[in-house]
């Protein structure tokens, strides 16, 4: 079955300490895409990637990294830095041509900051 | 500054009847439309979707309605099932090598009533 897994699904990290989250998909899709959502908010883009060794800042970048070096792999990294980084965190992916292609969501990731 | 706005935070409906979810936007640039459903601890899935060259579209039990004078999309379904109910997101893109940026209203929380 072809998808996206975001892995894990819950995730416990104190104050100053940075944490990766990880995605990978197997849907063979260009590009990829990290969004955080917060209660009573939509989600917001925080990086994306649209071709291997390449990627973009999204609206809410700051505190947040990011690499490409597989195709199928698209890892963000919630540094110290993020003042708010309690939050859900959702990876996406979509061909990229096509408006015919939207994205497909993993299952996202709880991470906890205390 | 809130580009896409869903101001219904929630909505309770009648199995049977019509759901009307509402959306509006203020970027005169947007020019493809989308809806994603969502269940709690899950990612969001693809709905339906609808091109600024049309004013609507439909698939099953759901159709989207755009004004763009209005700057407003709208979506029904019809009828409601109690398996409808999630939280509906409405999304927007500039298309174009943007697309997969999708900017995301707040979410309108449906329930439908047995």
């Known amino acids: 079955d072809g998808g996206i897994t975001q892995s894990p699904k819950y995730l416990f990290r104190k104050e100053g300490q940075n944490v990766t989250l990880s995605c990978e998909q197997n849907l063979n899709h260009d590009a990829m895409y990290w969004y955080r959502q917060d209660p009573g908010q939509g989600l917001r883009l925080i990086y994306y990637s649209q071709i291997v060794n390449d990627f973009q800042k999204g609206d809410i970048a700051e505190g947040y990294s990011v690499s490409r070096e597989k195709k199928e792999s698209f890892p963000l990294t919630v540094t110290s830095a993020q003042k708010n980084p309690t939050a859900f965190y959702l990876c996406?992916?979509?061909?990229?041509?096509?408006?015919?292609?939207?994205?497909?969501f993993g299952n996202g990731t709880r991470l906890t900051v205390t | 500054d809130q580009q896409v706005k869903q101001n219904s935070p929630s909505l309770s409906v009648q199995e049977g009847r019509i759901s009307i979810l509402n959306c509006d936007y203020t970027n005169s640039m947007f020019d493809y439309f989308l809806w994603y459903k969502k269940y709690p601890a899950e990612g969001p899935t693809f709905l339906i979707s609808?091109?600024?060259?049309?004013d609507k579209n439909e698939d099953g039990r759901f159709t989207v309605f755009l004004n763009k004078s209005a700057k407003h999309l709208s979506l029904h379904i019809v009828p409601s099932q109690p398996g409808d109910s999630a939280v509906y997101f409405c999304?927007?893109?500039?298309?174009?090598?943007?697309?997969?940026?999708?900017?995301f209203g707040q979410g309108t929380i449906l329930t439908v009533h047995p």
């Open positions: 999304a927007a893109t500039a298309g174009g090598t943007s697309y997969g940026k999708l900017t």
């Open positions: 996406a992916s979509s061909i990229l041509s096509s408006y015919n292609s939207p994205l497909h």
């Open positions: 609808i091109s600024s060259i049309k």
